[in-house]
């Protein structure tokens, strides 16, 4: 009876060992940005960039981000879930699809995605900003850097 009980014992520990390291893979794999084959900026010089007016900078986070961490000075805060972004990406760009659109979110993973799918889409001046507002590997981000960031209001 004992050497059922350790057996099934060890299926179990193994069987949830398995889990667990399977939320890791999914974890770390949804982590990793895809290769964007556009351009790249760190987050000082986009920073300079929107501030010049050479680029417009767009923080695709959420209202939620934008509320903990304050949107990056210069940049315009344009939740990527909405159904009509594209449309609202275009009011922004005066409908043109070869204004220098950088793109900023948390970590650099949500804004490569983003850039491929804008790119595909027809906007062929769309700039990756890979650290993000809280760094990664690319670099430390927009907050650790000490750029300026202004407060977010929702709008009501």
């Known amino acids: 009876m004992s050497d059922k009980v350790n057996r ?32 790249q900026l760190d987050v000082a010089e986009a920073y300079k960039q929107a501030q ?22 210069g940049a315009h805060p344009l939740d990527m879930r909405r159904e009509d972004f594209i ?15 950088a793109l900023i979110c948390a970590r650099g993973v949500r804004s490569a995605r983003l850039s491929n799918q804008l790119t595909l889409a027809g906007f062929t001046n769309i700039i990756d900003v890979p650290e993000g507002m809280l760094g990664s590997a690319a670099g430390p981000g927009w907050m650790r850097v000490g750029l300026p960031v202004k407060s977010y209001k929702e709008d009501t």
Do not use: C, K
């Open 8 to 39: 099934t014992r060890r299926w179990v520990l193994f069987g949830g060992a398995a889990a667990i390291a399977t939320g890791f893979a999914i974890r770390e794999h949804r982590l990793i940005p895809q290769d964007y084959a556009g351009g």
């Open 52 to 73: 010049s007016g050479d680029i417009l900078l767009v923080d695709i986070r959420t209202p939620r981000e934008w509320q903990a961490t304050g949107v990056g000075d």
């Open 87 to 101: 449309q609202a990406l275009e009011r922004l760009t005066d409908g043109n699809p070869e204004t220098p659109v």
